[in-house]
């Protein structure tokens, strides 16, 4: 039973347009959620969170919705660049994402094209 | 990855070998955890570690073990090496009094012929 979940495998824009990942959930109960960013032959790194108190939280370029009633989170990448392009996971945890586990949904691979 | 180094970063085996993973981290943090990576499946927690000699059973915990003698390593085992352990492994380390959420290593990819 997969609580989170991504349900597009793959993803592809063009430069400096907008990129949109998708992300939902089932546990209702989760308290963080965050997306981090995974280039081949590194391990993953973290992008951005959002509390589940919070609707939105913006970081340059990255902004992250949450529709809670949806269960239902987003990434949304603007301007995209070609640097943008690698695999994107979201991830959930009951209580403090820094002491509690996390649960990862499947992950997107973006692609951005010159 | 600075703070994490994962051991070794390949390794080919046979199945029914034992097979041990490190991770070592200088950051000094409390929490370390390790995942396997596989297509469709994304990040799975095996086993996690919140201080030394303190682990427990993450959601895909069989045929694996763990142990913490020390704050700055986490060794994982397979005690019997099966194809279907075939996989990334990815470990990571977190601290309350940190900011930042989990960091991870740079994985170490296992082969299990």
């Known amino acids: 039973d997969q609580q989170v979940k991504q349900n597009s495998p793959s993803l592809s824009v063009q430069e400096g347009r907008i990129s949109i990942l998708n992300c939902d959930y089932t546990n209702s109960m989760f308290d963080y959620f965050l997306w981090y960013k995974k280039y081949p032959a590194e391990g993953p790194t973290f992008l951005i969170s959002?509390?589940?108190?919070?609707d939105k939280n913006e970081d340059g370029r990255f902004t992250v919705f949450l529709n809670k009633s949806a269960k239902h989170l987003s990434l949304h990448i603007v301007p995209s660049q070609p640097g943008d392009s690698a695999v994107y996971f979201c991830?959930?945890?009951?209580?403090?994402?820094?002491?509690?586990?996390?649960?990862f949904g499947q992950g997107t691979t973006l692609q951005v094209k010159p | 990855d600075a703070g994490i180094t994962q051991s070794p970063r390949h390794k080919v085996t046979e199945t029914g070998t034992p097979v041990t993973l490190r991770c070592h981290q200088t950051e000094n943090h409390r929490y370390m955890y390790w995942y396997r990576q596989d297509p469709g499946h994304g990040l799975r927690l095996i086993h996690y570690s919140y201080g030394v000699k303190d682990t427990d059973k993450g959601e895909v915990s069989d045929g694996y073990s763990v142990s913490r003698s020390k704050t700055e390593d986490f060794l994982l085992t397979l005690e019997s090496a099966t194809s279907s352990q075939t996989s990334v492994y990815f470990c990571?380390?977190?601290?309350?009094?940190?900011?930042?959420?989990?960091?991870f290593g740079d994985g170490t990819r296992l082969s299990i012929l």
């Open positions: 991830a959930a945890s009951v209580g403090s994402s820094n002491t509690g586990k996390l649960i």
């Open positions: 959002i509390s589940s108190i919070k």
């Open positions: 990571a380390i977190s601290d309350e009094y940190s900011n930042q959420p989990q960091h």
